[in-house]
């Protein structure tokens, strides 16, 4: 059985710009719903401009059930009906798991700042992936290990007990620190011959 990941929805609308305080206000009645929906994580959204007609929105759910929950719900459904007038989606990304690890660098750009919304990036090629992980677990795996081996009576506990111990400490420090490291320094590599 799958442990429920978080999903992160990323759209880019295209709204009308006569309307722009209207859709401001539609938006923030939007994200107002959701947040009272069980699983939501929380929502936000830029304009790549003053006047610009093209919004970049996005939200997240502890998982695909609750997800689910909040875009089926008639909430939603009615949300979305009454800014169908004036705002229709464009594009709809969804990521779960470790794909986030590997988006592409670039954001979203709003007044010379970087947004990280990229709901145009793709994620490289699984092999290169796989190359990535295996980079950042192997010698961290060694050095916890070697560690953990100079505990004494260590290395008398149970396997599945020394395993659940090294891999309580490797997961934060693989998923905080090392794979945000090693994908921000590979990134060119990673998306070379990316399609975009």
Known sequence: MHEPRPITVAIERTVDSELDRYAQAWVRHGVDLATHFPGFLGAGWVRE????????????????????AWERSPERQQWIASGSGFASESRV????????????PQGVVVDGDRV???????????????????????????????LLSLIP???????????LISTVILTPIMVGLILPFITRLAAGWLHRGDPR
């Open 49 to 68: 401009s003053r006047g610009s007609k093209r919004w970049h929105m996005l939200y997240r759910f502890e998982d695909a059930a609750t997800l689910e």
């Open 93 to 104: 990304e969804r990521r779960t798991g470790i794909e986030g690890w590997f988006d592409a």
């Open 116 to 146: 990280e919304i990229r709901p145009s990036a793709s994620a490289p090629p699984v092999w290169k992936q796989m190359i990535i992980v295996w980079l950042a677990f192997f010698p961290m795996n060694v050095l916890v290990t070697f």
């Open 153 to 163: 009576g260590f290395n008398e506990l149970l396997l599945p007990l020394r395993l």
